[in-house]
């Protein structure tokens, strides 16, 4: 996988660069062709500014020793295993993390498919099976929550007493702190579902986004006179219904190109009936707005919606008139945010 492009929030960079990272699935298939591994451990999900900062440490430190820098991670999240019919929302769904992964420059990405028998490994079993004979690690780092084995019952003290023991130097980071909170998975998933994506956003270092192939929807947009690319969400955190204003991340000629649009999350309720509203899937509606007189057909094709602003509810409407003024009104809207973005003058 090469990815190539950048996209900015406010002044932080979330580079995507060209890079070549093994990923590798399952611990026991790992064979790392340079000694001296640089390591972290953890879920990961939604790849947010603290995670960073371990992978930036991870990374500044393997290129003093000359090792690679490591991620082991897992597949599914730890708790749809243990607990038995619970669906974890992702921040960022599998692929995506390993993409993220990928850009910020992580040479070696070791993706565990997690299960029951997987989590009946002692602390200890762990340690020798993971650290020392998967990764043969000379550094890990890892935050100041981390714990390993059965029922977590690998603390920190465990850990730096082992990693002594074999000669393993041990980093716990402080956690990263954002206008006083701590940035946690969590703490993004509470913000993203009170539909605060601004907020979300600082605490993940860049916009939450939808990415999926583009599939044809009922035309109903074509025939409002503002035709939609329609995405369906998977097993990742549905905002809040309603209207945004995004980014919408085109493919062109091999380049990520962003282009204003407006966004509907939501199930449609001007044409659904109301007993239907709380079972249909949501569906991600994105309008791009071009210049007069462009179009482009993205059916088939991939697309990244990244949220920005949220300007309004879901709605039911009267008629289909009403509906249309709506629409007009939300991507005029959305044109003088962006415009107003543009001018620098956006609010912090």
């Given at each position: 996988?090469?990815?190539?492009?950048?996209?900015?929030?406010?002044?932080?960079?979330?580079?995507?660069?060209?890079?070549?990272?093994?990923?590798?699935?399952?611990?026991?298939?790992?064979?790392?062709?340079?000694?001296?591994?640089?390591?972290?451990?953890?879920?990961?999900?939604?790849?947010?500014?603290?995670?960073?900062?371990?992978?930036?440490?991870?990374?500044?430190?393997?290129?003093?020793?000359?090792?690679?820098?490591?991620?082991?991670?897992?597949?599914?999240?730890?708790?749809?295993?243990?607990?038995?019919?619970?669906?974890?929302?992702?921040?960022?769904?599998?692929?995506?993390?390993?993409?993220?992964?990928?850009?910020?420059?992580?040479?070696?990405?070791?993706?565990?498919?997690?299960?029951?028998?997987?989590?009946?490994?002692?602390?200890?079993?762990?340690?020798?099976?993971?650290?020392?004979?998967?990764?043969?690690?000379?550094?890990?780092?890892?935050?100041?929550?981390?714990?390993?084995?059965?029922?977590?019952?690998?603390?920190?003290?465990?850990?730096?007493?082992?990693?002594?023991?074999?000669?393993?130097?041990?980093?716990?980071?402080?956690?990263?702190?954002?206008?006083?909170?701590?940035?946690?998975?969590?703490?993004?998933?509470?913000?993203?579902?009170?539909?605060?994506?601004?907020?979300?956003?600082?605490?993940?270092?860049?916009?939450?986004?939808?990415?999926?192939?583009?599939?044809?929807?009922?035309?109903?947009?074509?025939?409002?006179?503002?035709?939609?690319?329609?995405?369906?969400?998977?097993?990742?955190?549905?905002?809040?219904?309603?209207?945004?204003?995004t980014w919408a991340i085109?493919?062109?000629?091999?380049?990520?190109?962003?282009?204003?649009?407006?966004?509907?999350?939501?199930?449609?309720?001007?044409?659904?009936?109301?007993?239907?509203?709380?079972?249909?899937?949501?569906?991600?509606?994105?309008?791009?707005?071009?210049?007069?007189?462009?179009?482009?057909?993205?059916?088939?094709?991939?697309l990244e919606v990244q949220?920005?602003?949220?300007?309004?509810?879901?709605?039911?409407?009267?008629?289909?008139?009403?509906?249309?003024?709506?629409?007009?009104?939300?991507?005029?809207?959305?044109?003088?945010?962006?415009?107003?973005?543009?001018?620098?003058?956006?609010?912090?």
């Amino acid at each position: 996988m090469v990815l190539e492009g950048v996209s900015e929030f406010r002044g932080l960079l979330f580079y995507v660069k060209s890079w070549n990272m093994l990923l590798v699935r399952g611990i026991e298939n790992l064979e790392l062709t340079r000694d001296h591994a640089v390591l972290t451990i953890g879920n990961f999900d939604g790849v947010h500014i603290g995670h960073q900062k371990i992978f930036a440490a991870v990374i500044e430190e393997s290129k003093r020793t000359g090792g690679p820098a490591c991620v082991y991670t897992f597949r599914p999240h730890p708790q749809e295993v243990l607990r038995p019919g619970t669906q974890v929302k992702l921040l960022t769904l599998y692929d995506e993390k390993i993409r993220l992964l990928e850009s910020v420059g992580i040479d070696v990405v070791v993706e565990e498919p997690f299960s029951q028998e997987f989590f009946t490994l002692s602390a200890r079993e762990f340690f020798e099976k993971v650290i020392i004979r998967g990764f043969k690690a000379v550094s890990l780092f890892v935050g100041h929550d981390f714990a390993f084995g059965k029922n977590r019952e690998g603390n920190l003290d465990l850990l730096n007493e082992w990693c002594a023991e074999r000669g393993v130097q041990v980093t716990v980071l402080s956690p990263e702190e954002s206008e006083g909170e701590i940035v946690s998975s969590t703490r993004i998933r509470a913000l993203l579902s009170e539909g605060d994506v601004i907020r979300a956003a600082r605490l993940m270092g860049r916009f939450f986004f939808y990415q999926g192939i583009v599939v044809k929807g009922d035309q109903r947009g074509r025939l409002l006179g503002f035709p939609t690319a329609n995405l369906r969400l998977e097993n990742k955190l549905a905002l809040p219904r309603g209207v945004y204003a995004t980014w919408a991340i085109v493919e062109k000629n091999g380049k990520r190109e962003k282009v204003p649009s407006v966004t509907n999350v939501g199930v449609r309720p001007t044409f659904t009936d109301a007993s239907d509203q709380n079972v249909l899937p949501v569906v991600v509606e994105c309008h791009l707005i071009l210049p007069e007189g462009e179009t482009i057909d993205l059916y088939g094709e991939s697309l990244e919606v990244q949220f920005v602003e949220r300007f309004r509810n879901e709605k039911k409407f009267a008629d289909f008139e009403e509906l249309k003024t709506q629409i007009a009104k939300d991507r005029t809207q959305a044109k003088e945010y962006f415009r107003f973005q543009d001018s620098g003058s956006m609010k912090s």
